[in-house]
């Protein structure tokens, strides 16, 4: 999945009125899905590689998705678009999809949702370079918090104080999920109001440690409990401050 950066301006009374009982069975079910993908990377690479598992796991996606376009049959993308579905399938299905594999060889599901959760700062800071976005001091903070937060799980995963490996490949997964984001910006455009729920992906960490701990007996350790913390409020930092400056510009 590919996180938005740029949440639009979001006040309490919209989350609140656009929950009815649909939507929220569907965000439930969606951030369980999406949680479970840590755990199963794990479980899975018991039996298969980094590379073979992501085309298992894309070739099982295919499906439905094949299914969705023969049914509804949207129109076609125009030419001048097409570069950047090719980016999506090198960036997003290749890259990240094997650096995530490769990076859960070491590193528990928890821990790895946490550091893939920091792409929406990892995009920021994108957004600064291509698309002249601008970045406070309150921003800043918030990143630096996020990444001292990864510093901590690599830490808390290579054991006896080295750093991990597996934390930087994940960090690597989060980068080419951002540059995706990127460069699909403008195809999503028209998705926008779907970006109110974003917040509530903050869950999407715990529940994974939680799934990593009941389904493959996962017992996080206490730096990586810390730098999960510190990684995931330095989001919420850097989201709300970004909220902040939307509402002050309008």
């Known amino acids: 999945m590919s996180a938005v950066s740029t949440t639009p ?3 309490p009374h919209d989350i609140h009125q656009g929950l009815d ?8 079910a969606t951030i369980l899905i999406w949680a479970s993908a840590f755990p199963a990377i794990r479980a899975g690479l018991a039996g298969f590689g980094p590379v073979e598992l992501g085309a298992a796991r894309f070739a ?11 049914i509804a049959r949207p129109p076609l993308p125009a030419r001048r678009e ?15 999809t094997v650096l ?11 821990p790895a949702s946490f550091i893939i959760n920091v792409n929406p700062i990892i995009t920021a800071l994108l957004a600064i370079l291509f698309l002249k976005e601008s970045f406070g001091r309150t921003q800043w903070l918030g990143t630096a918090l996020s990444f001292a937060g990864i510093g901590l799980i690599a830490l808390g995963e290579g054991g006896r104080m080295r750093i991990d490996a597996g934390a930087l490949l994940i960090l690597g997964s989060a980068f080419c999920n951002s540059i995706t984001t990127i460069l699909q910006k403008p195809l999503l455009a028209r ?4 970006a109110r729920t974003a917040n509530f992906f903050y869950c999407v960490p ?7 701990y009941l389904w493959l ?10 730098g999960g913390l510190l990684a995931l409020g330095g989001v919420a930092i850097v989201n709300l401050s970004r909220k902040r400056l939307s509402r002050r510009r309008r």
């Open 191 to 194: 998705h926008k109001p779907a």
């Open 60 to 70: 099982v996606a295919a499906l439905p998705a094949a299914l969705f376009l023969l």
């Open 206 to 212: 715990p529940v994974a440690s939680l799934m990593g």
């Open 21 to 28: 009982r649909k939507t929220a069975l569907a965000l439930s």
């Open 217 to 226: 007996g996962e017992v996080p350790t206490a730096l990586g409990v810390l």
């Open 100 to 110: 995530l594999n490769l990076g859960e060889q070491t590193v528990s599901a928890g």
């Open 9 to 11: 301006d979001l006040r």
């Open 82 to 96: 097409l570069w950047r579905f090719l980016a999506g399938a090198l960036f997003f299905v290749a890259l990240y």
